[in-house]
Every structure is written in structure tokens, then in C-alpha cells.
């Protein structure tokens, strides 16, 4: 569907990414599950213990959301999210004094360390899943951060059928098949879910090819028929059957 005006944005926009603050152990929040499988494929996958702090997990969308910044859209079961250092503030203010960010001394604790700027790695794992799709999805979501530590970040090509599924499969031990299956079974469950609560209310169809635009809301604006022409045009207002 075209709509008449653009006054509304779909989704928000992308905000500023808001992590949690860093801690000497890794955020987890998360149930004991989670933090099994996460120390097991952490260390199956060979991830280096200094990033362990920079690590922050949660199975709820709103606060993942709030860390990212990004929109997590509904039907997604787990994500990783590589948060670039924030840059330091350039000294463009300071005349003539020295910029106020100087690093500490080698001889500093650990500790301090913290709170200086780094990268962060932001994972969320849905919660109503099987226990398998679990286990996985916490070995699929490490992938993606090895790949990042490694300095090569893969995209996917087809979920469940690329290189990253092939890997996924080679560290959990469930074949590729079987892998799929969870992943549609997840997905279908998720899908009904949210079918259930936001059910197809509304019928808009249009007056020229007769295209049935099922919507769980009512359209705030005109909208016409995207097939029918690309932008919006009165002709092919859709209109409400039911
Ligand atoms: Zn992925
Ligand atoms: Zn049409």
C-alpha cells in the first residue's frame, strides 16, 4: 500500500545507542540456561577472556532496544549487535590546555579500565523458545561476535543454508536439517503468537485489481494500491470490507 502522506514514520528512527555500563563480568541478564551455553560455546569457539567484559545479554526487546538503539523487529529469535567504541571528544574546544583524556599509567588496575571508551558486543536471545533453539541461538549469536573479534564479519545469505549456518552446525553438533527445523518451528510458533495478539481486524481491498490488504489496524490516512500504481493516487484508494 502507498500512503497519501508521510507525516508518520513506520518505526522510530534510530536513536543513540544506550549500553549498559561496563562491568569487571559480562551483563547477563538472563536466565541460568543462557549462561551455561554461554560459557560453553565461549569457550568451544575460542573468544578471548578480555572480551568477556565488553559482553552485555538480554532476553528482553525493549531494553536490548534501549542498549542498541535499533529497532528489533518481532519475528526476530536472537541478534547480535557490534557497538563501535564511541569516539573520544575532539579537542577542538580546549585553546591550548591539554585534552582532559590522557590514559592511565600502565601500572592502573584493571579495573579502571572500564571506564574507558570500548567496543561492546549486545546480544538478545528470545526467551519462549525450546531449550535446543535456545542452546543454538546462544552459539549462532557467538559466531557472529567471533567473527567480529576475528576482524571478519560475515552477512547472511540465506538463514539456516550459508557458511554461518555450516559453522553453526559444526560447533553444536545438530546437523544442518535439524537446525532448519528449529528455526522454522520457532518461527511459526513466534508468528502465530503475535497473531494472536494483534488479530487481522481489517479488510481494505482495492477498487481497480481488487487486492485484499489485510491489516490489524485501521489506516489513520488514504492509502491506495501499491500495485496498482506506485505512488499514491485517489483512483486506487483502498477501501475498508469488513
Ligand atoms: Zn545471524
Ligand atoms: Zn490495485
Redesign the pocket.
Known amino acids: 500500500m502507498v500512503t497519501a502522506r508521510k507525516s508518520t514514520v513506520p518505526y522510530p528512527p534510530d536513536r543513540v545507542p544506550a549500553p549498559p555500563p561496563r562491568q569487571p563480568d559480562p551483563i547477563i541478564h538472563a536466565g541460568q540456561s543462557i549462561k551455561d551455553w554461554l560459557n560453553h560455546y565461549w569457550q568451544k569457539l575460542n573468544l578471548p577472556a578480555n572480551e568477556l567484559n565488553r559482553l552485555a545479554i538480554t532476553q528482553d526487546r525493549q531494553e536490548y532496544m534501549r542498549w542498541t538503539g535499533k529497532r528489533l523487529q518481532s519475528m526476530v529469535l ?3 549487535c557490534y557497538l563501535p567504541a564511541p569516539r573520544l571528544p575532539a579537542h577542538t574546544s580546549t585553546r591550548g590546555r591539554k585534552p582532559a583524556l590522557t590514559m592511565p599509567l600502565p601500572t592502573f588496575e584493571e579495573a579502571l579500565q572500564l571506564h574507558l571508551p570500548s567496543h561492546r558486543h549486545l546480544i538478545f536471545i528470545e526467551p519462549d523458545m525450546q531449550p535446543q533453539s535456545i542452546e543454538v541461538t546462544v552459539a ?2 557467538l ?2 561476535l567471533a567473527d567480529r573479534v576475528n576482524g571478519t564479519p560475515r552477512r ?1 545469505r540465506h ?1 539456516g543454508y550459508d557458511s ?1 549456518a555450516a559453522d553453526e552446525a559444526a560447533i553444536t553438533g545438530y546437523g544442518l536439517e535439524e537446525l532448519r527445523r528449529l528455526l522454522h518451528e520457532e518461527s511459526v510458533r513466534r508468528e502465530g503468537m503475535r497473531r494472536q495478539r494483534r488479530p487481522i481486524r481489517y479488510l481494505y481491498e482495492c477498487p481497480n485489481c481488487g487486492k485484499q490488504y489485510p491489516r490489524t489496524r485501521r489506516y489513520a490516512q488514504a492509502v491506495s494500491c501499491s500495485k496498482c500504481d506506485k505512488t499514491y493516487n485517489s483512483r486506487y484508494r483502498l477501501a475498508l470490507r469488513v
Do not use: K, P
Open positions: 536472537g541478534c547480535y549462532h549469536e559466531i557472529h547472511h538463514h554461518i
